[in-house]
């Protein structure tokens, strides 16, 4: 697998704060939300502050990872394109004062303000001598556009669950319960190589299960009848898949196939709409215009799609409201969904990448029918 | 099992309001921390407010958690103690917008100011008329007291992962990697009935991993003569366990005995020195102190321990500056350690419950030996 290359993120980072707060420039930036702190510099502790300065990057962590950020940054500059210090505190307190050590020079300071508690801010105010600067999304805006390297990941991580779902398929029948179903499919997908499930795996089972979008696996057995919604992702080397699929235990009811109809219909037509400088809202409204126009909008209770990466939510947001143009490297998700007691509940998702001519489906498990999938035989 | 009750934790924290902010006092609370909001109503969505006046509760989220919230929230307020209500909104502005209209009356407001960002403040400053009172630790002050119910899903969670650790223990040989060794133990927790594990498993072994006590699985393989830290727990029912064990694979060198003898002296030394009253801090110094002594003070390089529940981490934290006084229904671990590249690394954890007469110790796994455990036979 190619290797993540972090080169030229920080630069980038450093070359951008002139023009960050509406131009008016910064000296350097407080980077806090660890996942940011991990795609910039490939630290993957669970406690640090990154500076970047023009010249000059420091991480601050604590005793528990002095050695292995060692080990994770060039210090030599070579790696980050800056050269790199690493101090570590022993408390937070020290932690604190280590990065106002480092802020000397700095007199306007960036910080993330979606990611900095109120607490901390007070705690920035009090004892750095800087004038502080809330930004939103700096280094969101360079982790949306997926590499080839962060793309060959993902993809692998949904070929994981995609041979996981089939390697389970023929378990998933009435008397095994949701708690079963989420238990082999994430012990299968550790077996194929995941480092872990991508979020708990979603297995929504019948009437009383199944209309919750984000229903928690339980005791409940299938039974014949129920629609199954199976949310499962895997996490392959930090990054995540996400992808949906719904099945009858049984044969479905016309309203069942009436329903997934819909649904499918909705998802390869929002799916058909993604494309380089589409708006997000617009691509919403392709799912929700067809499920209203069958009559079931208001059983489609949550937005249509979400970005996925280091994350498994992550910017682009596609919703009603999401004024956001998609871009040739998003990675996001196509799941329209209809729920509803009287026949269950019914999403099917898609992750897709934005290419330069439309997009790239990267979850591969069949769709076309309620049925479980047949085994793989390789 | 004992099932959890909510009733009389909304009571109570709608009972403190008067006392709230050195005893100025709020009309209310608006709780955003999920964890906080799920011990208090039982609500498990990953999105939602909740408001606590004296006389009412207030639950807004969005559509994916709507239905749910219905089944989780006794509206009746014969659960919480309060009448309750729940609202639901499809974007994050009218939420927040639903958040507002539920303010109607109040005049100050509490916020928890550790788990609100900068970017959330700022909207309610701007959006909220009301006058916003930070605080910290208000639920989390009643989260620190586990109750029974809570201590036996703690409990249960630790014997899944001794049983575990027990049952693959004859498979953590030469040639092994540590990714194996992570995946066979998270396995066996899912198949004793954990929903997961309570984290990423560390397996830390030989010269260049074991030194890092958070060390994430590699491909390394386990080879004769590393020493292999294994830390552990399972997630049951929302509650974590948390367990570290360390082991020689072959037969231990003088310099890697010593260390271990030395490592758990402390921490034998630490377990009995928990008791109602003692302050976390010289509760570290005990630890440290024995370590110190026999002349590896420079590489304890963490504290001492931490509270664990529905976090992995949480309240009391026990290190060389945290004044906190233990109390009886705390539970946190003990886990001094010792990493060098000479010997590699030594860690043993054990996670206590704090009783009225000292602690009770809910891991069980042998902690004698650097020899690996027997398998169990039961």
Redesign the interface.
Known sequence: MTPIDVSGRVTGIADGLAALDGGRGVDAILVSDLTNIGWLTGF???NGWVIVKPDELVLVT???????AERQLDTSGAGSGLPTRIEVG??G?QMLALVGAALGGVGRLA?E??????????SYSEQFAVTLV?T?GVIEQGRRRKTPAEIERIEHACGIADQALADVASSIVAGVTE?QVR?VL??RM??LGA???SY?TIVAAGPVNA??????PTSTPLEVGHTVVIDVGALFDGYHSDMTRTFVIGQPTVLQQQVYDVVLAAQCAGVAAVHPGVVARDLDTVCRGLIADAGFGPWF??GTGHGVGLLIHEDPFV???SEVELQVGDVVTVEPGV?RGDFGGVRVEDLVEVTSTGCRVLTRSPKDSLCLPLPRTN
Chains 1, 2 share one sequence.
């Not at 604590?62 to 292995?68: N, P, S, T, V």
């Not at 209309?211 to 928690?216: S, Y």
């Open positions: 993957s502790g669970s604590d005793g528990r990872y002095g050695a292995q022993s408390s307190a910080f303000s979606a990611h900095v508690s109120h607490q901390q801010f007070v809330a939103v708690e238990n994430e012990i550790r077996e480092s872990g499930p708990e209309p919750l979008p984000h229903h928690r209770s949550h919703n009603a409201s729920y």
